[in-house]
């Protein structure tokens, strides 16, 4: 990402060491986090590759061995890399969207090209019991009224925001919260990390986890270059599940 590039940061350093590197030259974010090791292993999640990003903001980074994502997000960097291809601009190409390993689905897409939060939307609305989330920004209102429609329907929901920028008027929090205080199958927090709740995450009844670089906004949806994974596992789905305990034992209650 262009924005993000200044005279002493890594990229130029790499470049001075004789690495290529490409910038996206636009508004917009190029906000994919993700490395590919040997067309065959892939990390991806929320971190960013920076010193906060790695000790001191809430973020996931998840590992996996698959080929077939391996080559996902090989498409990916390919676009951006050798076609110079971002955001809505980029094709519709992704060869393997659905992928099952040892039974396990998972699911992988990428944005803007397509539309991330319908998809999204789709899983929230399967659920049968529960929705957890943690969202360091929050003002997808699609995404926003899929949760509260799942709340007034008794299902229940739990979430932690990033306490920076949960008060504007362009987040969810507030009618989030003033549902919550409505009933009691539906509460949201404000976290208390000094740096920040970095994490875009949202588990469907402790089976179904969704997560990636793609922040619950319109700009990650219409403009910014993201990536998403689904996972169709209780076991996976229980290690995220650990962590939105953590976060959420470490947050205020709503106001």
């Not at 920076?50 to 077939?68: L, Q």
């Amino acid at each position: 990402d262009s924005d993000q590039i200044g005279p002493e940061s890594a990229i130029n350093r790499l470049r001075r060491n004789g690495i290529s590197v490409v910038e996206d030259n636009r508004s917009a974010l190029m906000h994919d986090k993700f490395i590919v090791v040997d067309g065959a292993v892939v990390w991806t999640g929320s971190m960013n590759y920076t010193s906060n990003g790695a000790y001191c903001n809430n973020n996931n980074a998840v590992r996996f061995a698959v080929p077939e994502l391996a080559a996902n997000y090989t498409a990916e960097m390919d676009e951006m890399y050798l076609a110079r291809r971002f955001g809505p601009s980029s094709p519709e190409n992704t060869p393997h969207p659905q992928v099952t390993v040892d039974g396990v689905l998972i699911e992988n897409y990428f944005g803007s090209e397509i539309s991330i939060d319908e998809i999204v939307g789709a899983r929230l609305r399967e659920a049968n019991s529960e929705i957890l989330f943690l969202a360091f920004s929050f003002t997808n209102d699609f995404l926003g009224d899929t949760i509260f429609d799942k709340g007034l329907d008794g299902i229940t929901v739990r979430g932690v925001f990033e306490t920076s920028g949960s008060e504007t008027e362009y987040s969810d929090y507030s009618r989030l919260a003033d549902l919550a205080a409505a009933s009691t199958n539906v509460a949201v927090r404000q976290d208390e990390n000094g740096r920040l709740m970095h994490h875009k995450v949202m588990i469907i009844d402790r089976r179904i986890v969704i997560f990636g670089s793609y922040n619950f906004t319109i700009s990650a949806d219409d403009s910014n270059d993201e990536n998403l994974v689904i996972v169709h596992d209780p076991v996976f789905a229980s290690f995220f599940v650990e962590e939105f305990e953590t976060v959420w034992a470490e947050s205020s209650p709503t106001r």
